[in-house]
Every structure is written in structure tokens, then in C-alpha cells.
């Protein structure tokens, strides 16, 4: 095994990792697909039924904000996020690393006190109700905080490989067995 190629932990790591990022992104989809069904629904019911669904709306808003955090977390994973690196690129090696590294933690600083106050936003507004939906106003903070836990997961892997000299590849699921050879 060469010094760069994976170990076994960390191969088992990218794997657990890759399917988080994967089951975040799936969920942002299917998300997406529900909110473009609500508002079919709702422009059904208001032009046909002449009776609007008014909860389609609060849905889809509720809805976006689990697309948004979950695939914000997706993006630190495969460090899609905006950020500029043209500053980094321009230091030498160790500097630019050093840099690097210090992003990386600042995603992790932010990511936990994001999973934090989404948290205690979660238990101070579970009591109420969202009045269309009829469900606890909690949940609408539970998307922060599930992004402010992967951010601090994602986040925390890639300074750990930094700070070990290790290569760090994109966090993906494995690949799925394709039935040929196996």
C-alpha cells in the first residue's frame, strides 16, 4: 500500500460519509419533487376545484429550507461551497495548507454553533403548532440543525486528513455493484 493510497478505516469512513452526503442529497430531491406536486396540487384546487389547498404553500416553504440545509452540507462535503481560493493557490505549499486547514475549522466552528441554536430552536418551538400544517414549529428548525451536525462531521474529516499530510478525495458513496463480474 502506498503512503497516499487509503487505509481500510479511512476507506470505511469515506463510505459512511459518502452515504450520509448521498442520503442528504436523495432527501433534498425528494423534497424538490413534493414541492413541485403541492403547488400542482394547489394551482389544481384554486383554478379547477375553485376551493385553494392553503397548506401546499406552507409545505413548499417548509420544504425549502430542508432542500437549502441539507444540500449546504452536501456542499461542504464535496467542498462545492463559495469560497475564494485564489489567495490560498497563490501561497506557498505550507501556507496554503495551513489556510486550508483554518477554512476548514471555521466550517466546523460555524457548522456547531449552527446545530446548537437550530437545537434550542427546536425544543423552545416544538409546544406550538404551524397553523396550516398543524404540526409542531419546531420543525422548522430541525434542517438547520441536521446541516450543522454534517457540516461539523464533513468538516472535522477533512482537517483530520489535512493535519495527517493525507490526500483528501471527494466524500462519495460507493460506487453501487453494477451485476457484471460480481
Same mark, same amino acid.
Given at each position: 500500500?502506498?503512503?497516499?493510497?487509503?487505509?481500510?478505516?479511512?476507506?470505511?469512513?469515506?463510505?459512511?460519509?459518502?452515504?450520509?452526503?448521498?442520503?442528504?442529497? /436523495?432527501? $433534498?430531491?425528494? =423534497?424538490?419533487?413534493?414541492?413541485? +406536486?403541492?403547488?400542482?396540487? @394547489?394551482?389544481?384546487? &384554486?383554478?379547477? #376545484?375553485?376551493?385553494?389547498?392553503?397548506?401546499?404553500?406552507?409545505?413548499?416553504?417548509?420544504?425549502?429550507?430542508?432542500?437549502?440545509?441539507?444540500?449546504?452540507?452536501?456542499?461542504?462535503?464535496?467542498?462545492?461551497?463559495?469560497?475564494?481560493?485564489?489567495?490560498?493557490?497563490?501561497?506557498?505549499?505550507?501556507?496554503?495548507?495551513?489556510?486550508?486547514?483554518?477554512?476548514?475549522?471555521? /466550517?466546523? $466552528?460555524?457548522? =456547531?454553533?449552527?446545530?446548537?441554536? +437550530?437545537?434550542?430552536?427546536? @425544543?423552545?418551538?416544538? &409546544?406550538?403548532? #404551524?397553523?396550516?400544517?398543524?404540526?409542531?414549529?419546531?420543525?422548522?428548525?430541525?434542517?438547520?440543525?441536521?446541516?450543522?451536525?454534517?457540516?461539523?462531521?464533513?468538516?472535522?474529516?477533512?482537517?483530520?486528513?489535512?493535519?495527517?499530510?493525507?490526500?483528501?478525495?471527494?466524500?462519495?458513496?460507493?460506487?453501487?455493484?453494477?451485476?457484471?463480474?460480481?
Amino acid at each position: 500500500m502506498s503512503e497516499l493510497e487509503p487505509t481500510p478505516s479511512e476507506r470505511r469512513v469515506d463510505a459512511v460519509l459518502g452515504l450520509l452526503r448521498r442520503a442528504a442529497a /436523495i432527501t $433534498g430531491g425528494v =423534497a424538490l419533487v413534493v414541492i413541485v +406536486a403541492a403547488m400542482g396540487w @394547489q394551482v389544481f384546487g &384554486r383554478y379547477v #376545484l375553485n376551493a385553494t389547498p392553503t397548506w401546499a404553500e406552507a409545505l413548499a416553504i417548509l420544504l425549502i429550507s430542508f432542500i437549502t440545509f441539507l444540500l449546504t452540507a452536501v456542499g461542504v462535503a464535496e467542498r462545492t461551497h463559495l469560497s475564494v481560493d485564489f489567495v490560498r493557490e497563490a501561497m506557498p505549499t505550507p501556507i496554503a495548507r495551513a489556510l486550508a486547514i483554518v477554512r476548514d475549522l471555521l /466550517i466546523l $466552528g460555524f457548522g =456547531a454553533v449552527m446545530a446548537v441554536q +437550530a437545537y434550542q430552536l427546536v @425544543q423552545f418551538n416544538w &409546544r406550538r403548532n #404551524l397553523p396550516l400544517l398543524d404540526i409542531p414549529e419546531g420543525v422548522r428548525a430541525i434542517p438547520p440543525t441536521i446541516c450543522g451536525v454534517l457540516m461539523v462531521v464533513f468538516a472535522a474529516v477533512l482537517v483530520w486528513r489535512q493535519l495527517r499530510s493525507r490526500p483528501v478525495p471527494p466524500l462519495q458513496a460507493p460506487e453501487a455493484p453494477t451485476g457484471e463480474g460480481d
